[in-house]
């Protein structure tokens, strides 16, 4: 293959799915809080507050990914020999918010 290959909107079209994603995990996130708020139940607000976070991780990558693909696409045409895109920021939110899920879980049931 040529190193000169023009990836073409698939880049776009990946950093468009992964903010679908979150956009859903978000709305998901904010329901699932109402309904735990309005019926005073601690364990479905907890697990709100948690895929809050973890949209926010989604979010977080989406945009990363997105930049990351900006600065130099013809790079990133075949190999991801340069690394993983995923911002430390994403992966620390991610993990917390699966830990409060175990958490809440754990301690609710």
């Not at 190193?3 to 994603?21: F, I, M, S, V, Y």
């Not at 978000?26 to 699932?32: D, F, H």
């Not at 977080?60 to 130099?72: D, Q, V, W």
């Not at 991610?94 to 958490?103: F, K, S, T």
Request: aromatic share 4%; charged share 15%; net charge positive.
């Amino acid at each position: 293959m040529s190193k000169n290959r023009d990836p073409g909107l698939q880049p776009e079209r990946t950093a468009l799915a992964w903010n679908r994603t979150a956009l859903a995990i978000g709305v998901n996130s904010a329901l699932l809080l109402r309904s735990g708020i309005t019926g005073h139940n601690g364990f479905i607000t907890t697990a709100a507050l948690a895929l809050g976070l973890l949209a926010a991780g989604v979010t977080l990558y989406s945009s990363h990914r997105r930049n990351h693909f900006r600065e130099a696409p013809s790079e990133h045409s075949e190999s991801r020999a340069a690394g993983n895109p995923l911002p430390h920021a994403a992966i620390s939110l991610m993990v917390v918010g699966a830990a409060l899920v175990a958490m809440a879980s754990i301690v609710l049931t």
